[in-house]
Nanobody, 121 residues
Framework: VQLQASGGGLVQAGGSLRLSCVLS????????MGWFRQAPGKERESVAA????????YYADSVKGRFAISRDNAKNTAYLQMNSLKAEDTAVYYC???????????????WGQGTLVTVSS
């Protein structure tokens, strides 16, 4: 399984970005997808996860109401729409694939390379 994340960049506080993650090598629709992030000097933390059909989603408290995870099984792609961005959202964002719908990173088996999101205040 290979995961390719994209869409990061520099944005002003209050702005929006949409991250994408393409899965190849296996059947995308059989994997739970998650997004995680790691800020400089901090541990990796969960952001959001989505079930196989897209009908069930989990969010970290820090992003609830601002971020939205979604997936398009026909395009083998998961998305993270990030709105009302804050300086504290600055981090490298990683997508991951697994078999369990959870925000626990150790339950995800495959990881993308990460995409940097920088929010200027």
């Amino acid at each position: 399984v290979q995961l390719q994340a994209s869409g990061g960049g520099l944005v002003q506080a209050g702005g929006s970005l949409r991250l994408s993650c393409v899965l190849s090598g296996r059947t995308f629709s059989t994997y739970v997808m998650g997004w995680f992030r790691q800020a400089p000097g901090k541990e990796r933390e969960s952001v959001a996860a989505i079930g196989l059909s897209g009908s069930t989603t989990y969010y970290a408290d820090s992003v609830k109401g601002r971020f939205a995870i979604s997936r398009d099984n026909a395009k083998n792609t998961a998305y993270l729409q990030m709105n009302s961005l804050k300086a504290e959202d600055t981090a490298v964002y990683y997508c991951a694939a697994g078999r369990s719908l959870t925000l626990v990173d150790s339950r995800f088996n495959y990881w993308g390379q990460g995409t940097l999101v920088t929010v200027s205040s």
